[in-house]
Structure formats: C-alpha cells, structure tokens
Nanobody
Framework: QVQLVESGGGSVQAGGSLRLSCVVD????????MAWYRQTPGQDREQIAS???????EVADQLKGRFTISRNNDENTVYLQMDKLTPDDSAVYYC????????WGQGTQVIVTS
C-alpha cells in the first residue's frame, strides 16, 4: 500500500519561509499528478497546488508568487516552497495525487505567528 509521508512543517514568524516535502513511498516511479492540500479546523481540505509528472506546476491564484510546487521523480518526492508566510497560512498540509487516490498521510502542521 502506498504511503505518503509529509514533513517540513513547524512554527515560523510571519514573513518567513518553510519547505515541505512529501515522499510517495511506492516501489515504482510515481507518474501521477501530485498535489498539496491544506486544512484548518472545521474547514474542508482544500487543494492549493499541483504538479504533473514532467514538473508543470499549478498554484492557486491567491498563493501565486508565494508558494512554489516541484517534484523529484527520481526520489518520488514532491515539494512545496512557501515564502512570505502569513498567519492565514497556518494549517495542516497534506499531499496526495490530484484525484486523491492514495490513503491520506498524517500531514505536517504549519503554524505562522504574527
């Protein structure tokens, strides 16, 4: 069963940066379009960025210019670089395929303090 392992979250002051990583633990190359999602308490999980197998990124309009998604297919890893963070970016961040075919991982929590 494919396991998703997110890491890189933490507590950061507003204006700071974090780089999240997601390892897709499967014993074959992952060619799916992968995405990052985030969820705050009481809210639905929302997709914020995606990257297809050859690295073409899509980022939600409200996050463009601050968030960058990328991937390393050799390492089955997807990244989310987050810059100029604001308290509104505080959430638990998850990765999954664009159609969320994998079982959700535990996510990685991001806390942005003002």
């Amino acid at each position: 069963q494919v396991q998703l392992v997110e890491s890189g979250g933490g507590s950061v002051q507003a204006g700071g940066s974090l780089r999240l990583s997601c390892v897709v633990d499967e014993n074959r190359p992952n060619l799916r379009t992968m995405a990052w999602y985030r969820q705050t308490p009481g809210q639905d999980r929302e997709q914020i960025a995606s990257v297809n197998w050859d690295g073409h990124p899509e980022v939600a309009d409200q996050l463009k210019g601050r968030f960058t998604i990328s991937r390393n297919n050799d390492e089955n890893t997807v990244y989310l670089q987050m810059d100029k963070l604001t308290p509104d970016d505080s959430a638990v961040y998850y990765c999954n395929s664009l159609s969320a075919v994998y079982r959700w991982g535990q996510g990685t929590q991001v806390i942005v303090t003002s």
